[in-house]
């Protein structure tokens, strides 16, 4: 097993905000897109199904964990990620990632696979290209106004942050450094995993369009799925209730 580092944050550093309705029997280990923490998923709290646990990953360099700094590697990033959750694991759990969450999730997966460990009852991923499909262009090393306008125009950060300059600013550094792992994230050839893969997309994403969300039926060694639904590149955050459902509806035992 891969072994901490000094200094890397348990597992209870790497989650926050967890959020339970009843006693939890199911955990789902959320990660954000590019530049996200754990508060893009508070609005999925009054969705959640009896018995399900939210357990929002934390990534360094925003929200509560704003003065640490990223590790300088995507693999890096996912090794001590992977070594901080583990104990999340101990429950029957689901990995859902977002855009860039989705290549955590996946190697999340793939490293639980490797060591042994109590494999997910799904890897769910949602709005992200598949790990072997090159990007289709890259844009982190763009000017601020190049970048900023990029995001609005993808629906990648809400409009009224405008207005705040300074906390622009803030979470700008955090989505540069998440799209710099994001772009440089190729594999020669898709790698399976052997736990059941579900992918979701929006219907009206431009960012990362269906077509290229069902690319990761070549990752799939066994169950796979692809659940289209309305919405652009955030559609996971602007209806969790349908969201929930359909992730419900593609596990064995629901949620």
């Known amino acids: 097993m891969i072994a901490a580092a000094p200094g890397t944050p348990t597992?209870?550093?790497?989650?926050?905000?967890?959020?339970?309705?009843?006693?939890p029997r199911v955990r789902i280990i959320c990660l954000a897109q590019a530049g996200g923490g754990?508060?893009?998923?508070?609005?999925?709290?009054?969705h959640l199904p009896e018995g399900v646990e939210l357990a929002p990953v934390e990534l360094p360099g925003r929200g509560t964990k704003g003065d640490i700094p990223m590790p300088g590697t995507f693999e890096e990033l996912c090794d001590l990620l992977f070594a901080g959750l583990t104990a999340e694991f101990a429950m029957p759990?689901?990995?859902?990632?977002?855009?860039f969450g989705g290549a955590l999730a996946y190697e999340l997966t793939r490293r639980a696979e490797a060591h042994g460990l109590n494999a997910p009852l799904a890897?769910?991923?949602?709005?992200?290209?598949a790990p072997h499909v090159p990007p289709t262009g890259k844009i982190s090393g763009s000017s601020?106004?190049?970048?900023?306008?990029?995001?609005?125009?993808?629906g990648g950060l809400p409009?009224?942050?405008?207005?705040?300059?300074?906390?622009?600013?803030?979470v700008m550094r955090a989505i540069r450094t998440d799209l710099a792992f994001a772009e440089g994230y190729?594999?020669?050839?898709?790698?399976?995993?052997?736990?059941?893969?579900?992918?979701?997309?929006?219907?009206?994403?431009?960012?990362?369009?269906?077509?290229?969300?069902?690319?990761?039926?070549?990752?799939?060694?066994?169950?796979?799925?692809?659940?289209?639904?309305?919405g652009g590149h955030s559609f996971p955050h602007t209806d969790p209730a349908a969201l929930l459902a359909a992730i419900g509806s593609v596990l064995p035992g629901g949620l």
């Open 93 to 99: 759990y689901v990995l859902f990632g977002h855009s």
């Open 159 to 170: 409009a009224e942050l405008l207005r705040f300059t300074d906390y622009l600013a803030y």
């Open 186 to 230: 190729l594999l020669p050839g898709p790698v399976r995993v052997a736990s059941p893969l579900h992918a979701f997309a929006g219907a009206d994403d431009r960012l990362v369009p269906p077509a290229q969300v069902e690319r990761w039926a070549d990752c799939a060694g066994s169950a796979f799925s692809l659940t289209v639904l309305p």
């Open 38 to 46: 754990a508060g893009a998923f508070s609005g999925w709290r009054a």
């Open 11 to 23: 597992s209870h550093d790497w989650i926050t905000a967890r959020h339970a309705a009843g006693a």
């Open 144 to 154: 601020d106004k190049e970048l900023l306008r990029w995001l609005l125009d993808h």
């Open 123 to 129: 890897t769910v991923v949602s709005g992200a290209r």
